[in-house]
């Protein structure tokens, strides 16, 4: 069974650079693509950005500035940092995966980090 | 970016109620839309794709219709276990974006 575990700062201060990394556990790494989600508290989520098979990256334009997302594909891991945080990234972040046949809907979730920015 | 509005915003239903939801998108999307299934301190779990093809063990209850820019979420017979918020999520035009969710409560 596939299983993304994630990490990472939880309380940031404004100006300072979020680094959350998913490991991924069964299944394929390399076959398949990889996003991060997020979900401002009580509100509803927003894509971030994803890493494909080939490991190249795309981002939401509303971020793209900001954010880089890379991997590892020894250690079956992947990193999202976004940098000039605000109190507007305060968020639940979650990783998830692509469905293998159409990338775009996510199918295996990771447990969710909560960053909160804050002075 | 495409816009998604949900609608209810909030239901409430009896067990063994039917219960529809309605995602309707700022542009077309032929049938590239998901819904997804949150319960509280959870991450969203993948019911439909396509607009109509039921995720791997997902329970047939759970069904889905549509195309162009309007779509439904169908529980037929709702459980206690349903009780959740429903997203839906367009992948026709980057970037990909979600609605902003609808709660289902049980009376």
């Known amino acids: 069974q596939v299983q993304l575990q994630q990490w990472g700062a939880g309380l940031l201060k404004p100006s300072e650079t979020l680094s959350l990394t998913c490991a991924v556990y069964?299944?394929?790494?390399?076959?398949?693509?990889w996003n991060w989600i997020r979900q401002p508290p009580g509100k509803g989520l927003e894509w971030i950005g994803e890493i494909n098979r080939d490991g190249s990256s795309s981002y939401n334009p509303s971020l793209r500035s900001r954010v880089a997302i890379s991997r590892d594909t020894s250690k079956n891991q992947f990193t999202l940092k976004l940098n000039s945080v605000t109190a507007a990234d305060t968020a639940i972040y979650y990783c998830a995966r692509g469905l293998r046949t159409v990338p775009y809907y996510f199918d295996f979730w990771g447990q969710g980090t909560l960053v909160t920015v804050s002075s | 970016d495409v816009q998604m509005t949900q609608s209810p915003s909030s239901v409430s239903a009896s067990v063994g109620d039917r219960v529809t939801i309605t995602c309707r998108a700022s542009?077309?999307?032929?049938?590239?839309l998901a819904w997804y299934q949150q319960k509280p301190g959870k991450a969203p779990k993948l019911l439909i794709y396509a607009a109509s093809s039921l995720q791997s063990g997902v329970p047939s209850r759970f069904s889905g219709s549509g195309s162009g820019t309007d779509f439904t979420l169908t529980i037929t017979s709702l459980q206690p276990e349903d009780s959740a918020t429903y997203h839906c999520q367009q992948a026709n035009i980057f970037p990909w974006t979600f609605g902003q969710g609808t709660k289902v409560e049980i009376k």
């Open positions: 069964g299944g394929s790494f390399s076959g398949y693509y």
């Open positions: 542009h077309y999307l032929d049938t590239w």
